[in-house]
């Protein structure tokens, strides 16, 4: 991966925190059917195999001021999942608490908790992670149903939602990025918003009616992005869609 690459991926993940941190700038719908929606559309283009999705969802603690308060919360998610296998990690900037789920095997799971230490008043944050393999729509819709079981337990307000799902396109293809990039965007009903082109790589982020999450970027809403990649001549072509903005390495 080239470091130009390597910076145009944090910055768009830091785009997407930066939007979760400050309130006003992001709009919270009901999108947890988004990592369906995105399946859907996926298993409907011929050429197209999907390898692992992901979902991400996080909100702020506004009442969760001190290590105190984050252990009594822990506490709460202990009694609700008590199976779970649990971890800390401090330094003098944070204390993180992650769960690890120890009864799936289909996917992985993971809760964290995590609270700030550099400022007067901490900043605490509650992630749910969860990834898994390729996965039959059938059967994706009973993961769906599962996962919402558990935000509904984890979460005590209404969490920012993120889904992503990685693929590649049929090695009897033969085209070009903007080829492949035109096709995932109509297959969205998406218009672009910004995009940054390389040889052997296209990152394109861009806005459609299908989601209803949305952040602000440079006063243009985009709620859906794409990163493409070829991996030589011959070679395969992956890629990786999320709304409202992708949050894993692509």
């Not at 988004?34 to 011929?46: P, V």
């Not at 990039?181 to 040889?199: G, K, P, R, S, Y």
């Not at 009616?209 to 602000?216: A, L, M, N, V, W």
Request: with cysteine; hydrophobic share 35%; charged share 25%.
């Amino acid at each position: 991966m080239k470091i130009k690459n390597i910076v145009l991926m944090t910055l768009s993940l830091l785009v997407g925190f930066i939007a979760l941190t400050i309130g006003n700038k992001i709009t919270i719908a009901s999108s947890q059917s988004d990592l369906l929606t995105i399946n859907r559309i996926l298993h409907e283009e011929e050429n197209i195999t999907i390898n692992e999705w992901s979902l991400h969802a996080r909100e702020k603690l506004e009442d969760v001021q001190s290590l105190k308060d984050v252990k009594d919360y822990q506490k709460e998610i202990k009694e609700v999942f008590p199976e779970g296998k649990w971890e800390e990690v401090k330094n003098h900037q944070s204390v993180q608490m992650k769960m690890t789920f120890s009864d799936t095997t289909f996917m992985e799971e993971s809760i964290i908790i995590s609270i700030s230490l550099t400022t007067e008043s901490p900043s605490t944050y509650i992630i749910y992670e969860v990834k898994g393999e390729e996965t039959a729509e059938k059967d994706m819709k009973r993961v769906n149903k599962e996962i919402n079981e558990k935000i509904s337990s984890i979460f005590r307000g209404k969490p920012a939602i993120f889904s992503c799902i990685k693929g590649e396109f049929s090695d009897k293809m033969n085209e070009t990025l903007p080829y492949y990039v035109t096709q995932l965007l109509d297959a969205f009903q998406a218009n672009t918003i910004e995009a940054v082109e390389e040889e052997d790589f296209v990152s394109t982020s861009a806005y459609t009616p299908i989601f209803k999450e949305s952040i602000d970027n440079q006063a243009k809403e985009m709620n859906f992005q794409l990163g493409i990649r070829t991996h030589g001549m011959g070679e395969k072509t992956t890629f990786v869609v999320g709304t409202p903005i992708i949050t894993i390495e692509y």
